[in-house]
């Protein structure tokens, strides 16, 4: 469970380059905030992943909000499910990234954007 939850919180890695690429000013500290998101995020997952398996036990689902969802039934559920909601919807910006910047390069960038040989034209 917890190597199914780490894979899945690593799903934007291809964010990495570009996020890199526009740290202008930091690039030289880049690697340090890299390793500390990286260890920070593993720490939390793992720290909920076994809690999880502490509460639960050999019950515990692979989706942990399916053992919630069996004890109770409450407005606590429905702020874990518009969480979680509103997280993937965060996560879009984020994973347009790369996209967003091969088209601004290729509409702004001087001398080889399109805006720009619009206006020499």
């Known amino acids: 469970m917890l190597f199914g939850a780490v894979s899945g919180a690593f799903e934007g890695i291809g964010t990495v380059i570009p996020v890199e690429a526009s740290m202008v000013g930091n690039r030289h500290m880049y690697p340090y905030f890299l390793h500390l998101t990286i260890c920070i995020l593993a720490l939390i997952l793992s720290s909920l992943g076994i809690s999880g398996y502490l509460r639960y036990g050999h019950a515990t689902q692979q989706i942990i909000i399916a053992n919630l969802i069996e004890e109770n039934d409450s407005i606590f559920l429905t702020i ?4 979680i909601c509103i997280s993937v919807m965060l996560t879009y910006p ?11 390069n290729a509409l702004f960038l001087p001398g080889y954007g399109v805006i720009h040989v619009l206006l020499l034209t």
Not at 94 to 104: A, K, M, N
């Open 80 to 83: 874990i499910y518009t969480l």
């Open 94 to 104: 984020l994973q347009l990234f790369p996209v967003i910047e091969v088209i601004e």
